[in-house]
């Protein structure tokens, strides 16, 4: 298997910062700086400038991967404000999208751990698997992400109920995978020799920080949106928290393919069980007024604050996502492990796919850089290799 | 045609950088390297450095802090150095185009190096793929067959 | 259970709290003087466990109002605590030195809206780039940058 697939964005130049830079005494990481602004776009303030209908449309761009759970949190914000009760339908419809997304960015994960782990039959083996998700994605609502489903009021579109046979039986096939790869996982002594007891998160740690999805799911608090602040169709339906109770890598690893599980079990439930009816409440004003919408997105909590003055467009519009909450946990889960466990560590709260790819390895007393990204990668892939000889797996 | 710039139209090694992008280009550009759609099979490779770059996908609409960055790899890079536009943020910041985080539009950051545009919200792989091709075809002059 | 967790704010904090709104069975909203933000914000977090979400600041037409939202997710009710200042240099207390998840959103605020947090850790530019300059604050109102930030790098 080729050894460059390296997905970094840069390679950075000596004196130019990064995303994570690790401070390291010998194997040892003894801080971490974080940077970030590479993204900043200005969306908050690009909102201000749109109407209420147009904003969907701005915040579905905020990420690629937790595409609609911004426009999701978004609109139960400006509900919130209006007391719009959504149609049902429309309800079970936001939980499909919703949860196609799940699976599809959690496989998406599954591949990048793979892959930093010198796994790389499970990056392609998940982005292959990955594929009739979007294609799922694409059919239902015209494509493969930035679906523009979610609207004020209900959603944009209906489904087209003659789909739903082929949809499910694509997922009755992508489950027999996932239950594989779960075995897989937990059967497979170098995985667990990696990833167990790396990269603690104490449940203590989480709350100061505010972890949330599975990131904070792994270290045994069942905190999840869908059940604590029920929005779509999630109290319509039977599904379970997925959590683990390691509060390491490992358990992040393994919420995350329990949750793939329960994804599929959502969708089915909300085809099999579509309502008939409205789509759409036609919401025609937001009344002067503040909300607070939040959804699950595939990497926790997304919230949103809207206040409107009862003009057409938000007059302030706070969007936050997920990772801008878990990201400065990795001082406490990366500072004092190995700098062979740093990518996977850092990756385990599943950033932006490019951020992990944005680290670098100083020197503790000399301050001068020893490893770049790629280095801290091939470190990491190279320890896999040397655990699988002495286990002998 | 040299023997070097022939080298580079069969197999063109490319370097992939986010100048500020929400990452739905980054990951379908990342698909292109996956069994469906395969580029390796074209002699495509994504490369770990600017410096064996022949062809530099950018995504993103350019916001102050990534432009910076974009702008200094792309002086690095041996020239020729085919940058592609991937997504409209890259080809002309779309939504993004008045914001006050952003600088101007990547061929305004690196004027006359974008070979090829290619729009999208993102685009879909095939179309990456396309104009992957079409950028190297107009190395060969070729660019409208 | 939202009824639950009012009346044992109210029981905690009862002088503290200018104003208690339950705007709807999930959402309340603490209206609180900025000298007791800080005592407000440990009992919700520490005293009573609640999760810290997010804090958004906001230029108003008096002045600056922030936002401190934290989530009682097992009581399903978000509460929310409002402080507010007048027009001229918008400075609350720091809760970062007992909330560590709000150190960057307070960096954040301070970034595009120019509120400063007495008690910060590390009070530096957060999200604005490194040629941006001091004193634009670009979510205040209007278009502050304009004439002021060079669109080219």
Request: aromatic share 6%; with cysteine; hydrophobic share 40%.
């Amino acid at each position: 298997m080729r050894s460059i697939v390296s997905i970094g964005p840069f390679h950075p130049l000596q004196e130019e910062p990064e995303l994570f830079r690790l401070h390291v005494d010998g194997e040892t990481v003894v801080d971490v700086d974080i940077e970030i602004g590479y993204n900043h776009r200005g969306i908050e303030k690009i909102c201000e400038s749109k109407t209420f209908d147009q904003v969907p449309f701005v915040v579905e761009r905020i990420c690629g991967i937790c595409s609609t759970s911004h426009p999701i949190a978004y609109v139960q914000a400006v509900e919130d404000i209006a007391d719009v009760e959504v149609p049902e339908r429309a309800l079970y419809i936001r939980s499909v999208i919703a949860e196609l997304e799940r699976l599809h960015s959690h496989l998406l994960w599954v591949g990048l751990a793979g892959h930093f782990l010198g796994y790389n039959t499970v990056f392609m083996w998940a982005w292959k698997y990955r594929e009739p998700v979007l294609d799922m994605c694409e059919e239902l609502t015209g494509n493969r992400n930035n679906y523009a489903m979610i609207k004020v009021g209900g959603v944009r579109r209906d489904l087209d109920e003659s789909q739903f046979p082929g949809v499910l039986d694509r997922l009755d096939e992508l489950r027999s995978k996932l239950e594989m790869l779960a075995g897989a996982v937990t059967d497979d002594p170098v995985l667990h020799a990696r990833l167990k007891g790396v990269g603690i998160l104490t449940p203590e740690a989480a709350h100061d920080y505010g972890a949330l999805g599975p990131t904070v799911r792994a270290s045994g608090l069942p905190l999840d949106v869908r059940r604590d602040d029920p929005y779509a169709a999630y109290d319509r339906v039977d599904w379970d928290v997925a959590t683990a109770d390691s509060c390491d890598v490992f358990g992040r690893t393994v919420v995350r393919v329990l949750e793939c599980l329960e994804a599929i079990k959502i969708i089915r439930q909300c085809l099999e069980g579509m309502p008939e009816g409205e789509i759409d409440a036609h919401v025609k004003e937001i009344p002067p007024g503040e909300g607070i919408g939040h959804g699950e997105a595939p990497r926790g909590e997304t919230l949103h604050y809207v206040r409107s003055d009862g003009t057409n467009r938000p007059v302030r519009h706070k969007a936050r996502a997920p990772t801008f909450m878990n990201l400065p946990t990795c001082r406490e889960t990366v500072v004092g492990e190995s700098v062979t466990d740093a990518t996977i560590i850092l990756a385990s709260v599943d950033p932006c796919y490019s951020c992990t790819e944005r680290m670098g390895a100083y020197d503790a007393r000399s301050g001068e850089r020893v490893l770049s990204s790629k280095d801290l990668i091939r470190l990491s892939q190279e320890r896999t290799a040397q655990l699988r000889k002495e286990i002998g797996a | 045609m040299g023997l070097a710039l022939k080298a580079l139209t069969k197999s063109p090694w490319v370097f992939h950088v986010s100048a500020g992008s929400c990452n739905n280009c980054d990951i379908e550009i990342l698909d292109c390297l996956c069994p469906r759609f395969d580029i390796e099979r074209l002699g495509a490779v994504l490369v770990g450095s600017v410096r064996h770059a022949d062809a530099l996908l950018v995504t993103g609409a350019m916001n102050r802090k990534a432009a910076v960055r974009v702008k200094k790899l792309y002086e690095q890079a041996a020239k020729p150095c085919l940058v592609i536009a991937v997504g409209t943020c890259a080809c002309g910041q779309g939504i993004f185009r008045d914001s006050y985080a952003m600088t101007t539009p990547l061929d305004e950051v690196l004027p006359g190096a974008v070979a090829a545009y290619v729009p999208g919200c993102p685009p879909k792989p095939e179309a990456i793929i396309l104009g992957v091709v079409k950028a190297l075809k107009t190395l060969q002059g070729s660019a409208n067959d | 259970m939202t009824e639950d967790v009012v009346s044992a704010i109210r029981e905690r904090l009862g002088a503290k709290l200018q104003d208690v709104n339950v705007r709807s069975p999930r959402r309340v909203y603490l209206d609180v003087r900025p000298e007791d933000l800080t005592e407000v914000a440990d009992e919700l977090f520490n005293g009573m466990g609640a999760r810290y979400a997010i804090a958004s600041g906001m230029q108003t037409a008096d002045g600056f109002e922030v936002l401190h939202h934290f989530a009682f997710d097992s009581d399903h009710v978000v509460v929310s605590v409002r402080v507010r200042s007048g027009p001229d240099e918008p400075r609350f207390d720091s809760l970062a030195p007992i909330i560590k998840g709000a150190e960057f959103i307070e960096r954040e605020m301070r970034d595009l809206l120019g509120i400063e947090f007495q008690g910060h850790p590390n009070p530096t530019r957060l999200i604005l780039s490194d040629d941006w300059p001091d004193g634009v604050y670009p979510l205040r109102r209007g278009k502050p940058w304009e004439g002021t930030v060079r669109k080219e790098i």
